[in-house]
């Protein structure tokens, strides 16, 4: 009886594996034949490619073989060896490979952002030079300005002081003119009234 309980339970035990079934990777770098059997003296049923993902259902423990389901559904027995935890690289191509199309992006973005940056910046540095050149332009032109002011000024000066001069010069003499006339006419007075005063007594006498 107790015979019979064992067998049971050691029949039971592929299903126990079954309900533990796990995600399992074939190495990169293997080419591994499915046999009908844990061992490679069973018939062989295909092979698994390198690196493709297979799901985990058991193990034996004396051959050491790993009993999985390839993507196509197909059960068999491969070389525990050539089973590994690890997501193969083979599996990780794809994620690598729209992660690089990614980071190439990426950079292109900024290397077109920089490209753009760069040229603004080229942009702004020739309009600032190009205002300043024309600021330079203003600056000489209102520097010949001031000194065509200053130039006029300095010739007005000189005619403001040769005029004040000059009407100096006019005062003085119309000062003295009339200062003459007014001196001729004091002189000349005292004289005309003399002269009346002795004919009407002459002619009165």
């Not at 490679?40 to 049923?45: A, E, F, G, M, S």
């Not at 193969?88 to 920089?114: C, G, K, T, Y």
């Amino acid at each position: 009886m107790k015979s019979k309980v064992l067998l049971a339970l050691l029949c039971s035990l592929p299903w126990l594996g079954h309900a533990e079934a796990a995600t399992r990777y074939i190495s990169d770098n293997v080419y591994a034949f499915l046999h009908a059997g844990p061992g490679n003296q069973y018939r062989i049923l295909g092979s698994i490619n390198a690196g493709e993902p297979v799901e985990y259902l058991s193990r034996n423990a004396d051959s050491k073989y790993v009993q999985i389901r390839d993507k196509d559904g197909r059960t068999g027995w491969v070389d525990g060896q050539f089973v590994q935890t690890e997501e193969s690289f083979r599996s990780r191509l794809p994620a690598l490979e729209q992660q690089l199309a990614d980071a190439r992006q990426q950079l292109a973005s900024a290397d077109e952002r920089h490209r753009q940056d760069v040229q603004d910046k080229t942009e702004r540095l020739q309009r600032q030079e190009q205002e300043l050149d024309e600021l330079h332009e203003q600056l000489a032109e209102l520097r010949q300005t001031s000194d065509r002011l200053a130039a006029d000024n300095r010739r007005l000066s000189s005619l403001m002081d040769d005029r004040e001069h000059q009407m100096r010069l006019d005062w003085l003499l119309r000062g003295g003119l009339v200062a003459g006339v007014g001196a001729l006419v004091g002189f000349l007075l005292p004289l005309i009234p003399l002269r009346r005063k002795r004919r009407q007594d002459r002619w009165m006498n």
